[in-house]
């Protein structure tokens, strides 16, 4: 199993952005020393509290400040900018890390930024796709045009070309239950999240990527999944119920109003007014959850031994191959509690799966 951590560099209330850099850095320190696998940075635009508009930039640091720990994007919307330039950026960073990086790829539900960036969200699926062809084909190292409906390139020739070979690891995301099985179908590994979708949803909706994944004879059994999931480990049950209380119910009371204001940075299909809907029913069950719940159905929380047993559970139900953890999900833990999270995932909790 991969282990992994989510960074989004939030800036914490009455801090400063330069703080939120300097705070997200000591974790990529830690889980350099500490022997964490991957760390995972989202993708934000316009947005003050998230300042992580760049993440190949931030991957290109992440890797020149490390030897061992890799980097993954969580993921890199594609509709936003040329496909060359993606192309271009993800590869040099491949460059840099020596073969340490995996590339998620999605569109995000983030409706604001592409209308800042006058580009239509109803086209994201289409503008998606081409870009991700567009992507594949320039890592090839070879001249190639393409012609699709939104993008006219002639011959093209992109550098570098990546370090990895064909490619660095590529992981789509999903969200909409229409899309499981399409991306099993086409053998990609997916990346999930348990902020729309609670546990099981997520089995729910594996049963059909694992299904298109087998029907379409790709290798092995039902595919490569893994998870973005909010996580708080403790050295008592108690604490680990009640430290993380707060930084819990703020992150998915602000997750509840986001749907409730028809926001969705995670994306999801169909028309406005089906996207609209959606959301509406995951504000209602939001509402209706409590904190146990959300514990039980959305979250890892526990002593080490209590974690290293639920993730042997998501072993065995969703499939589960690796996981990104959101160590302060509502952005109220101290530094150093989530540090101590860091410490005893490494320490205590990842040896039971090497």
Do not use: C
Request: no cysteine; charged share 25%.
């Amino acid at each position: 199993m991969n282990f992994g951590v989510f960074l989004d560099f939030s800036t914490r209330q009455g801090g400063t952005q330069p703080a939120a850099f300097r705070e997200n850095f000591d974790l990529v320190d830690l889980a350099e020393t500490t022997g964490l696998d991957t760390m995972w940075l989202g993708e934000t635009h316009f947005n003050a509290n998230r300042p992580i508009s760049a993440p190949t930039v931030v991957a290109s640091a992440i890797a020149a400040r490390t030897q061992r720990l890799r980097v993954g994007m969580a993921v890199q919307v594609l509709p936003l900018i040329s496909p060359l330039r993606i192309a271009e950026e993800l590869a040099t960073v491949d460059q840099v890390s020596q073969g340490r990086f995996e590339v998620g790829v999605g569109r995000s539900g983030n409706v604001r930024a592409y209308e800042v960036m006058g580009i239509p969200y109803d086209e994201s699926r289409e503008r998606f796709q081409e870009a991700l062809d567009i992507i594949l084909e320039a890592w090839k190292g070879k001249p190639f045009s393409y012609h699709g409906e939104f993008n006219q390139i002639d011959n093209a020739t992109v550098t570098p070309e990546p370090f990895q070979k064909p490619h660095p690891p590529i992981r789509l995301a999903s969200t909409g239950e229409d899309s499981f099985s399409r991306v099993g179908r086409l053998g990609f590994p997916i990346f999930l999240s348990m902020r729309g979708m609670d546990v099981h949803d997520l089995e729910r909706n594996l049963k059909e990527y694992h299904r298109a994944w087998r029907e379409a004879r790709h290798p092995g059994e039902g595919g490569d999944i893994s998870v973005r999931v909010p996580m708080y480990i403790s050295t008592s049950a108690e604490g680990a119920k009640e430290e993380p209380r707060e930084t819990i119910e703020a992150f998915f009371t602000r997750m509840r109003q986001r749907y409730e204001q028809g926001r969705d940075e995670e994306g999801g299909g169909g028309s406005a007014a089906e996207r609209a809907a959606a959301l509406k029913i995951r504000a209602e069950r939001l509402a209706r959850m409590t904190y146990e719940e959300l514990l039980e159905t959305r979250v890892i929380s526990g002593t080490p031994e209590a974690v290293v047993e639920r993730l042997q559970q998501f072993q065995e139900s969703l499939g589960l191959t690796g996981f990104a953890a959101e160590l302060n999900p509502g952005g109220l833990l101290p530094p150093e509690v989530v540090q101590r999270s860091l410490r005893l995932l490494t320490e205590e909790v990842m040896p039971a799966f090497k």
